[in-house]
């Protein structure tokens, strides 16, 4: 259970740097070596599988479904669904390739989508989404206090 708990903070902490170097990093540079090792460790876990032409894509910018995606394979749903009631975000159906990792995202609270009901799959993802997919996806969105997006920013710098 010990290794497990390792390899999955492991996982979170590679993830978390593949992605704020995704979001912060120019999109027109290939990738650096460090996130082609992020990537290639990230691959090997199952966490990225890539894109149709083989590349994992590290010199573009992530997606909130990239995002959502990742992050429910690391806890291990990859091919499953999580038991839960369904969210009808309005702008994602069930033809998108993303569709049960974002419904399971959901149903294991790590993401919200926004008011107006829609989850903004192909949007690029930005800093402060990514903090609250890690707060809430460690279960810490109960000891949140304050409002958004700085209860989640500052909740990450009590951990030090």
Not at 144 to 159: A, C, D, Q, R
Request: charged share 15%; proline share 3%.
């Amino acid at each position: 259970m010990r290794l497990q708990k390792v390899k999955n903070c492991y996982t979170y902490m590679v993830v978390l740097i593949l992605i704020a170097s995704m979001i912060s990093g120019p999109s027109l540079l290939a990738a650096t070596n460090d996130q082609s090792y992020a990537g290639n460790q990230l691959q090997q876990l199952g966490v990225l599988t890539g894109y149709a032409d083989g590349s994992l894509g590290l010199d573009r910018k992530i997606t909130r479904a990239e995002v959502a995606t990742m992050m429910v394979r690391i806890r291990g749903y990859a091919n499953g669904n999580v038991a839960g009631e369904r969210m009808n975000f309005t702008d994602i159906n069930d033809s998108h390739w993303a569709y049960n990792h974002v419904q399971n995202a959901y149903r294991l609270n790590m993401i919200q989508g926004y008011p107006d009901q829609s989850f903004q799959p192909e949007a690029n993802i930005r800093y402060q989404e990514v903090v609250a997919i890690m707060v809430n996806t460690l279960g810490y969105k109960d000891q949140l206090v304050g409002e958004w997006p700085m209860n989640y920013i500052t909740k990450p710098k009590s951990w030090v």
